[in-house]
């Protein structure tokens, strides 16, 4: 039995090659596995599961990257891979439609899942990053369902030029901010582990991708950051069969 898990790969019309690398990985490295995780951050934006509906009339592309990605993930699943999808801080509004579109199941942020008998925590991240002040604001906002209502109801058209809106505010949030506030709180992490009873967290977010020896209340424990994807390469936390998870770059 086999486990992959991967994160950050931010899919976009403007990042072909990156495309081309995940449904290659697909094929070659995914087809046969047992389970395949994505944690969060799959699509660089989305903006609602009704762009499915989108495909001859979207010039942006993100219509037909959707179903294209739905395709190749539902082609997986009937093949018997199991697949679960976690929201992040781009895709936090893909919703039911899209994950049954793909064989998917969406999965809780944080997510405690047994491997071979040993309990491990998935998260996308983010929510670490409590010296972030600003983004924690926001993120908090945009994970009301008042507010994901509110912005579902608007013209996809709106919702497009919010996304790019957003996806730019984030970009220059992120160049004036010090490497620290956009790194996990040491604290955050202990607890996190601590509340969960688990001795391995797995995650991404960060873009760094390292494994991370701790110690939690006098017991040995890891934490695994997955990297994000970029033309050529891609990163991925590998659990075999009674084995313990391992994280490796991969050439797309």
Excluded at 91 to 113: E, H, N, S, T
Excluded at 132 to 147: G, N
Excluded at 211 to 237: F, K, N, T
């Amino acid at each position: 039995m086999s486990t992959l898990i991967v994160s950050d790969l931010h899919l976009h019309p403007e990042a072909p090659e990156v495309i081309d690398g995940f449904l290659g990985w697909l094929q070659k490295r995914a087809r046969g596995v047992d389970a395949l995780y994505i944690l969060g951050d799959f699509f660089e934006a989305w903006i609602g599961d009704d762009i499915l509906d989108m495909v001859d009339v979207d010039a942006s592309g993100n219509a037909a990257l959707a179903a294209d990605i739905a395709t190749a993930l539902r082609r997986l699943a009937d093949d018997g891979t199991a697949i679960y999808l976690m929201h992040g801080n781009r895709d936090f509004l893909l919703g039911q439609r899209f994950a049954a579109a793909a064989g998917a199941k969406l999965l809780a942020d944080p997510a405690l899942v047994m491997f071979h008998d040993e309990p491990m925590l998935l998260m996308h991240g983010d929510s670490l990053c409590t010296r972030d002040e600003a983004y924690m604001a926001f993120r908090a906002q945009s994970r009301q369902p008042e507010w994901q209502q509110q912005v579902l109801a608007m013209p996809i058209a709106d919702r497009i030029t919010l996304a790019a809106s957003l996806r730019q505010q984030s970009g220059e949030a992120t160049s004036n901010k010090a490497d620290d506030i956009m790194d996990v709180t040491p604290d955050e992490v202990v607890q996190a582990m601590r509340d969960h009873g688990v001795t391995t967290l797995i995650h991404g977010h960060t873009h760094r991708p390292a494994i991370h020896e701790l110690e939690i209340d006098g017991m040995p424990a890891q934490r695994i950051v997955l990297g994000d994807w970029q033309p050529g390469r891609g990163w991925e936390v590998v659990i075999e069969s009674e084995g313990r998870p391992t994280l490796q770059q991969i050439d797309l």
